[in-house]
């Protein structure tokens, strides 16, 4: 079995990696975001936690956590961004170990935005998928709808690019076509495959 944390600012193309991993390479995928979402879930313990600490003003009328309003309330004081990461953090990265050692899988692959320390999973290998700035903007708006000013906010609370670098084993440089991402992904499994023979 092989692990790989694969992460990237916002906007820089994970999707498409992991799409490909996971279709032409039959990787296990797990996306931290989408395990966070569900422990924030009504009746899961992130649920919990996350309304003991924020009170119930975040809540819909429906009783679930207003994800919007949530975000916004990140993104604007990061007090209560390093208070929901506190909380949520641990109890995805416990879950995800658990999938892990779970799991039947030869490849896996973690993929996740934020760096920190409390990320480490056991992997063999990090990932950074990088694009630039311009790529990033103009993908965020034709994808997401997001305004240039609202894009750079998003990029300014994530890791700088030097922090990414400093801490993972290889560069996906996703500036270009899909076929600059197949083969850049042939190149480096075939090339791993080799190392292990």
């Not at 809540?59 to 949530?70: F, N, T, W, Y």
């Not at 929901?84 to 899988?105: E, M, N, T």
């Not at 000013?149 to 290889?170: F, G, N, T, V």
Request: with cysteine.
């Amino acid at each position: 079995m092989r692990v790989i944390g694969l992460t990237g600012g916002v906007g820089a193309g994970k999707s498409l990696v992991l799409s490909i991993l996971e279709n032409e390479y039959g990787a296990e995928v797990i996306k931290a975001d989408e395990v966070a979402r569900e422990l924030m879930e009504p009746g899961k313990e992130g649920y919990e936690l996350i309304v003991t600490a924020l009170g119930d003003s975040i809540l819909k009328p429906d009783g679930s956590i207003d994800r919007k309003l949530l975000s916004q309330c990140i993104f604007r004081d990061e007090r209560i961004r390093n208070a929901v990461d506190r909380i949520i953090h641990p109890l995805v990265w416990k879950f995800i170990k658990g999938k892990i050692s779970s799991s039947q899988a030869k490849l896996i692959v973690v993929e996740f935005a934020i760096m920190g320390e409390k990320a480490d999973v056991g992997y063999d290998e990090m990932w950074y998928v990088y694009a630039s700035e311009e790529v990033r903007i103009r993908r965020l708006f034709e994808n997401r709808g997001y305004e240039e000013e609202h894009s750079k906010r998003i990029m300014a609370s994530q890791a700088a690019e030097s922090e990414y670098l400093a801490r993972c084993d290889r560069v996906i440089k996703n500036d270009g076509s899909m076929e600059e991402i197949r083969d850049q992904l042939a190149q480096i499994l075939k090339n791993r495959g080799q190392k292990e023979s």
